[in-house]
Nanobody
């Protein structure tokens, strides 16, 4: 069993900062990487940022230069530092662990967390 849990969401004013954390736990042998997605009301879920176990990163166009993704392989954690937040960043942020190999040798393509709400408003 593998679980993914996000934390760190909340209410922040425009221009402010917030740091999200995500931890994958359970019977994990290895994983390809972890990523952050977000979904605003009435819109589809989109990639925000991702990082591989080797440290390669990818960002959505709307957050480049403002958000930074980092990871801790030893703890199976990923972080998202969000700066200069804008009202359009308001969304539920989901963490995803991808291509997880369990200790039993099973491969899980994706494991999703329940999400954490980020609201940017004055």
């Amino acid at each position: 069993q593998v679980q993914v849990v996000e934390s760190g969401g909340g209410l922040v004013q425009p221009g402010g900062s917030l740091r999200l954390s995500c931890e994958a736990s359970g019977s994990i042998s290895s994983m390809n990487g972890m990523a952050w997605y977000r979904q605003a009301p009435g819109k589809e879920r989109k990639l925000v940022a991702g990082i591989t176990s080797g440290g390669s990163t990818v960002y959505g166009d709307s957050v480049k230069g403002r958000f930074t993704v980092s990871g801790d392989n030893a703890k199976n954690m990923v972080f998202l530092q969000m700066n200069n937040l804008k009202p359009e960043d308001t969304a539920v942020y989901y963490c995803n662990a991808n291509r997880v190999i369990t200790t039993l040798g099973h491969e899980l393509i994706e494991v999703w967390g329940q999400g954490t709400l980020v609201t940017v408003s004055s």
